[in-house]
């Protein structure tokens, strides 16, 4: 071990060239680049927690606009007296929220001295962001690691809005890992490594932990830029080209802390009540992970089992193989169709081929699918009422293509040619906008008074009560947020349903995907779940706003839910389900729930 510090990855005394403005962080006092916060009005913004000069010039420099030049144009430093900057600080105003960079110093000592200090006026948010050592082989030189948590000292501190802060360095063309950072009160030598890396931590430092105390409970991040890997250790001449693009990683990252101060603060999250799973959703995925355990790996469903890209992944890593058609699955093997159905022609070619098949289509959906063939035998045109390309609607149209047309809006309808104008049907897609369906079947009737619908509601209780759950928080909430992946119809109701009702909304698939620049100004905050989307995304989505200040939760409930599923005989056979052995039929619920399967 040279005199590098592994835990910065950052020479002492030699390797960066000198305009690289290494530190000689030896011989500083404790304090320096402290910023001199007493007497310092409490800032609202966002203080980053830079341990050494060259890091925190790398942010400065990184800062939207002017930022981080001084007003006489040269760049600001933590030495800069004279120019009216407290040393080792910068504010920022700038496009985002208040940022200010402070020097905190090298090592465990100085950042509790300095820690102490910015405690004394917490700040709205605290940030560490620096250089690090890798502990683990995926990490590269100039990859930055944001903590979920950091460890040290015998204690851990989580920082809850570490995917958030990943998402947004990830959008801003980083390569960004999030994991436990481990500091550590002493330079890492050769070994340590590995030992660090069993107890689960990711990354290296020497100043994370004591800095957090900086942020007095309050919300705070840590992000390091990696210098250094268990690979290309700190004698290798690399460490050069790593420590300066770790720099350039931090620098690159700088912009971001500005969106985070902005993003910061308390806020209230009001929760849609019902949201998340379904019936169907829920039984379509017992039904995978049953045939998985009844019958082992690999399993094969045809299509994606539920429109959600978590169900999905998981399921994959318990064995389940997902395709697109029949036709990759092998002869003999088990396949289960998904929860959005299919058409006559694809089980005719599962029989054809002999597969196994299991059929985990809701039966919400195998209703409509029954009013297709009913509606198709006695003679009517039958209008679909749904969006071209779903797999829902593929397959029913399958139940009667010659008899069927795809109603997409009110103007499709006048182009519906029916033989005979009083027999004319509609059905919709279990998945759409209440509000939408009303209107086309509005010019369904009108152009054709005869027209007749399904026995009972098509659009299923799951999606109805979600939209109206949605309505009920949108008009309070000043964004709404909806749990759901970019192919679930049902989950991209919702986010329209909010829209139309004044609200901007969007779409997550998790919490990485909320923009910071969307929670800016925004305080209180509506969260809802497609019928797909698993209630663990919806409490990370809660703790990573917690994460940026104190949050404080709502439910506002329009509807209970009581409906469930049985499971197919194929897996009743083996199953000690009281609830589906007692429900042939396919469906439990109680007494006076609007949908039954036909
Ligand atoms: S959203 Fe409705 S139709 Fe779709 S799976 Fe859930 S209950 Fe069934």
Avoid at 231 to 236: F, I, R, T
Avoid at 416 to 440: C, H, N
Wanted: some cysteine; aromatic content about 2%; glycine content about 12%.
């Amino acid at each position: 071990m040279t005199g590098l510090p592994a835990t910065t990855g950052l020479p002492a005394t030699a390797g960066l060239p000198a305009t690289a403005g290494l530190p000689a962080t030896t011989g500083l006092p404790a304090t320096a680049g402290l910023p001199a916060t007493t007497g310092l009005p409490a800032t609202t913004g966002l203080t980053v927690c830079a341990p050494l000069r060259v890091e925190a010039r790398a942010l400065r420099r990184g800062l939207h606009g002017a930022a981080g030049s001084s007003p006489a144009g040269r760049p600001a430093d933590d030495g800069g007296a004279g120019n009216g900057h407290v040393p080792g600080m910068n504010g920022v105003p700038g496009a985002g929220g208040q940022v200010r960079v402070v020097r905190t110093g090298y090592g465990p000592r100085r950042s509790e001295a300095a820690a102490a200090s910015i405690a004394a006026s917490p700040p709205a948010m605290l940030a560490v962001a620096g250089v690090g050592g890798a502990l683990t082989p995926d990490l590269r030189v100039g990859d930055l690691v944001v903590a979920t948590e950091v460890t040290g000292d015998g204690a851990t501190v989580s920082c809850p809005a570490a995917p958030l802060l990943a998402g947004e360095l990830r959008r801003a063309g980083l390569r960004v890992t999030t994991g436990t950072i481990a500091t550590v009160a002493h330079l890492v030598r050769h070994g340590q490594h590995a030992r660090l890396a069993a107890d689960g931590a990711i990354a290296v430092d020497m100043e994370s932990k004591p800095l957090l105390a900086g942020a007095a409970g309050g919300p705070a991040v840590v992000v390091r830029a990696i210098s250094d890997t268990p690979e290309h250790a700190v004698v290798n001449p690399r460490i050069v080209s790593g420590g300066l693009a770790a720099l350039r990683s931090l620098r690159q990252a700088a912009p971001v802390f500005e969106r985070l101060a902005a993003a910061a603060g308390p806020r209230q999250v009001l929760l849609a009540g019902p949201r998340s799973f379904c019936a169907g959703v829920e039984r379509a995925i017992d039904i995978v992970e049953l045939a998985l355990e009844q019958h082992g790996a690999p399993v094969y469903v045809r299509k994606q089992i539920v429109h959600n890209a978590t169900v999905v992944a998981d399921l994959e890593r318990a064995g389940a193989i997902f395709v697109d058609e029949l036709g990759e699955v092998p002869d003999g093997a088990m396949v289960v169709f998904s929860a959005h159905g299919v058409s006559p022609e694809v089980r005719q070619e599962a029989a054809r081929r002999s597969l196994s098949t299991i059929d985990a289509t809701c039966p919400l959906v195998a209703k409509v699918h029954a009013e297709a063939r009913r509606f198709a035998q006695d003679g009517y045109l039958v209008a679909l009422i749904g969006h071209a390309g779903h797999e829902e609607v593929e397959g029913t149209m399958g139940e009667a293509p010659g008899a069927m047309a795809l109603v997409q809006t009110a103007d499709d309808v006048a182009r519906l040619r029916p033989s005979d104008p009083d027999k004319v049907a509609y059905l919709m897609q279990t998945t759409l906008a209440a509000d939408e369906a009303s209107g086309i079947v509005d010019a369904l009737t009108d152009r054709f008074p005869a027209a007749t619908g399904p026995g009972s509601d098509d659009i299923c209780y799951a999606t109805t009560n979600r939209q109206r759950a949605v309505r009920a928080i949108a008009a309070d909430s000043d964004l709404v947020l909806v749990a759901g992946s970019a192919n679930s119809s049902n989950s991209k109701r919702l986010v329209e349903t909010a829209e139309r009702a004044g609200t901007r909304a969007y779409l997550v698939d998790g919490p990485e995907d909320i923009q910071l620049g969307w929670l800016a100004g925004a305080s209180t905050i509506g969260l809802a779940a497609g019928a797909s989307a698993p209630p663990a995304i919806v409490r990370q989505i809660v703790s990573a706003l917690g994460g940026l200040g104190e949050v404080q939760t709502k439910e506002v409930v329009v509807a209970t839910e009581t409906v469930q599923f049985g499971l197919p005989k194929e897996l009743r056979q083996r199953t000690a389900d009281p609830a589906s052995m007692a429900d042939p039929a396919g469906v439990a619920g109680p007494a006076g729930d609007r949908q039954r399967p036909t």
